[in-house]
């Protein structure tokens, strides 16, 4: 008798699907925009930039109160001076570099190309934005810490010869010393939002340049009432307005200083959103 045998049915094992693509974490995002954001030397030359002038004119400033105590006519005005004030007179002008380096973070990537591929690695494209924003404001913060230490110490003798070395226990001096950081983050973020929108470095500094330092200066020369409403509005006459003096002339005497900050930080937050919603719509 035979017997017949059968091959075992071959085993078949299931096709292994596709890995689905990882998603960066909004920590990866962050720590990549913040290690962009350093490679650049750009961001070196600007920081350094910054430092100088708001040290360099504070320390201008502070040695003008010599001019002003020979001066019997404006006796009252060096009585009535804030030593804070002057430690951070720069931030002005510090307003104008920073934000410089807040549209080179966006600007950049556009005119390389680069913006491609982060846009490629994160999809949803607005953490993109959100990690600039928080990697620009917290060099900022560090630039503005740096500033304010090295002009407090460098005007200390001057001020020193006046009576008006600010004292750090009092509210007015850290009211100061704060303001002057959340404006110059605020001029950065508002250049990084202005730079989202235009993709061109030389349009967003220059929009920049002139909403923050160019309109004040011109328009307080145009003597009409609406167009002295429309100057307390901008940006560094409502600054001006939160920290006392250090305005453009009676620019921004309109507003209290909660809303001079309110008006500031409207200027931040109004272009990062319109950006975002921009980014999110069109084409890398």
């Known amino acids: 008798m035979s017997t017949t045998a059968t091959a075992p049915e071959p085993v078949r094992t299931p096709s292994p699907r596709p890995a689905a693509p990882a998603r960066p974490s909004f920590l990866g995002i962050l720590r990549g925009e913040w290690i962009k954001l350093l490679s650049l030397r750009s ?3 600007i920081v350094a930039a910054t430092i100088a002038l708001i040290t360099g004119i504070s320390l201008a400033v502070a040695y003008a109160l010599d001019a002003m105590a020979a001066d019997p006519a404006q006796a009252h005005s060096l009585a009535t001076m804030d030593g804070a004030t002057v430690v951070s007179s ?5 307003m104008v570099s920073v934000s410089v380096l807040g549209a080179l973070l966006i600007t950049g990537e556009y005119s390389t190309g680069m913006i491609r591929s982060t846009l490629a ?6 953490p993109v934005l959100v990690a600039k924003a928080i990697a620009v404001g917290v060099l900022t913060v560090a630039i503005s810490a740096v500033s304010i230490a090295l002009s407090y110490l460098v005007t200390m003798p001057q001020l020193g010869t006046y009576d008006l070395v600010p004292t750090l226990d009092e509210a007015r001096t850290w009211q100061v010393f704060g303001g002057t950081a959340f ?3 605020a001029a950065a973020l508002f250049a990084l939002g202005v730079g989202t929108l235009l993709r061109s470095s030389a349009g967003a500094i220059t929009v920049a340049l002139t909403v923050l330092l160019v309109l004040p200066f011109v328009l307080t020369f ?3 009432s609406w167009v002295e409403t429309i100057v307390d509005y901008l940006p560094l006459p409502a600054s001006g307005a939160f920290l006392g003096g250090q ?15 309110l008006v500031v ?4 937050l109004v272009p990062l959103v319109a950006g975002a919603v921009v980014m999110r719509r069109r084409d890398a």
């Not at 720069?90 to 510090?94: A, H, I, N, S």
């Not at 930080?265 to 931040?268: K, Q």
């Open 222 to 224: 145009i003597r009409v």
């Open 183 to 185: 404006f110059l983050v």
């Open 43 to 45: 961001t070196w030359w």
């Open 247 to 261: 305005g453009l002339s009676s620019a921004g005497s309109g507003l209290t200083a909660t809303t001079g900050v």
């Open 121 to 126: 690695a994160v999809p949803t494209r607005v």
């Open 90 to 94: 720069g931030f002005q002008l510090g």
């Open 265 to 268: 930080a409207a200027y931040a």
